[in-house]
């Protein structure tokens, strides 16, 4: 057991990210066939706002030694901290942001540190800081195209980014560098006044007038913003996860069933809804609102006069993203390989329970899938079925009443949680997916069942039915290979569509078993006659669905009438 644990701590990378209203320390696994996800082993955080520390009554004045101590004390605990994890000396970082660059006394609070810890404060640039704070952003989702805003307590940053195959592009001009971060704009806000004040219109015009030109100085490409999909923004910094979590308090889907920022969706009108906002944290019958601090409630009025001056100065949106990727993931991004970061998030979290015939079983798999139409999109892309087949025989060892409630609970809570940079649309799919490969709606407890339907609701439009429709197949297979492994071809699957007398089409499937059959097993049948049911209407999701023809070795199978 120790020498396992050995094995594993040569990959633990310790890093503290010593930003304006806070301090993070983390431990982080970067073994190589989980890294893309970056696997946290340790996370704390010191509620010391060195920002806040370096006011008195209005005025600027170096860092208290009462704060210093502070500071040097949960230092001292995370050395601690990673000498019982094993982490490797050389692999130990403190990373010091905007408060730390910016304070009187900064060399001395750097040489105190160094002193008492050993550690050297590495103090970011202003524009290395931004392009970190980018490189969070790209780890955050599987592909970013998109301008990106990091909101810190004392300063703000933007640029665009791309990433592909591993590959990141960002403004030639890098990362342009804002003073407005939330606790900055609190500062300037208080002092300007009332809205309706000389002092405040002038405040919000300074402001305008510094995004645009920023906006002006990165120059985003024409690909950006003559894309199909329209601009997104991609959004990470406490203030903005702070607005990010009131407004998945506010979503339609109540409770919002993915407890988790990163991976958060939302329309821009909403995004720019700051009356919403405001008004969901000042009614006084208003409950506390998952992760947001009162600190962070505090902030939301200088966060919504941000929002309300981005939405003068930016380019036309179509969509807003929220992102968990700071300082943590951006450094470690940064030096991460090309093709671990092209990795698809939920294939790398799915890959520790990978069947030993995984390639094969998502051929087979995607042979169940008809042809998508001309211009029409594939309706499962290759990464999601692979992370689905990966996942297909994870909760196998528990008992029956539990695995169809385990898989759906698996992106959110469970064994697929930490898989770092999926999207809510993607782990809500893999999440149905699982839950339908051992029996969907029908097999789970009541207590689930309500969290099921939260969960459907974040599908892509017209995918409900047929994540139905590939779990009841995968769970024919399953029953097919039971151990994942392909020793001899035993099935083959073909489908296509015909159209029924009346006009409407149908999906035929056809399963060949290899061998003749002249009855199949119990367990075999009741999976085979699921496929057929998905195809009768009152199995259909919300009236939508596809008759379904099944046939076995060619001969109908358990088709009723649809």
Known sequence: MAKRHEERSQFYHGLVDMGSNGIRFSITDLSPATQRILPTVYLDRAAISLYDAQYEDGRAVPIPEHTVKQVVKSLLRFKSTCEDFGVPDNQVRIVATEATRKAM????????????????????????????????????????????????????????????????????????????????????????????????????????????????SIDIPEELLRSRDGLHLYLSGGGFRGWGFVLMSEHSIKPYPIPIIN????????????????????????????????RRASQVPAVAFLVECLAQALPTLTSVYFCQGGVREGMHFAEMKPEYRAESPLVTATGPYAPPSMQQLVDLL???????????????????????????????????????????RSTTTGIFSTAHGASHEDRALLAILLCERYGGYGSISPTEQDFYKRMLCLLPEGMEWWCMYLGRVAAVIAAVYPAGTIREPRVAIKTQWTVTKKGNEKLCIDFNFRKEIDELDEGLDAALLKVSKAGK?????????????????????????N
């Open 366 to 408: 995607f042979s169940a899938l008809p042809d998508a139409t001309p211009g029409q999109k594939p309706f499962f892309n290759r990464p999601l079925v692979t992370a689905f087949i990966q996942g297909v025989f994870a909760h196998m060892a528990q008992v029956k009443d539990l695995r169809g409630g385990s898989a759906l």
């Open 105 to 216: 006394n900064s060399e001395a609070y750097r040489a105190a540190i160094k002193e008492a810890t050993g550690w050297t404060v590495e103090l970011l640039p202003k524009e290395m800081e931004g392009k970190i704070g980018a490189l969070g952003v790209a780890s955050s989702y599987e592909n970013v195209r998109g301008l990106m805003m990091d909101l810190g307590g004392g300063s703000t940053q933007l640029t665009w980014i791309i990433t592909e195959k591993g590959d990141i592009r960002m403004s030639p001009a890098g990362s342009v560098s804002l003073p407005y971060g939330a606790a900055a704009l609190m500062q300037r806000l208080e002092a300007a006044g009332k809205k309706k004040s000389k002092e405040y219109q002038a405040f919000a015009k300074e402001v305008v007038g510094d995004l645009k030109a920023a906006v002006q």
């Open 537 to 561: 209407k009152k199995n259909w999701v919300h009236g939508e669905g596809y008759k379904v023809a099944l046939t076995v070795n060619g001969h109908e199978y358990g088709n009723d009438e």
């Open 263 to 294: 991976g958060f969706r939302t329309t821009t009108d909403t995004f720019m809804d700051t009356m919403s906002v405001k008004a969901a944290v000042s009614q006084d019958d208003t409950p506390e609102i998952f992760r947001v601090s009162a």
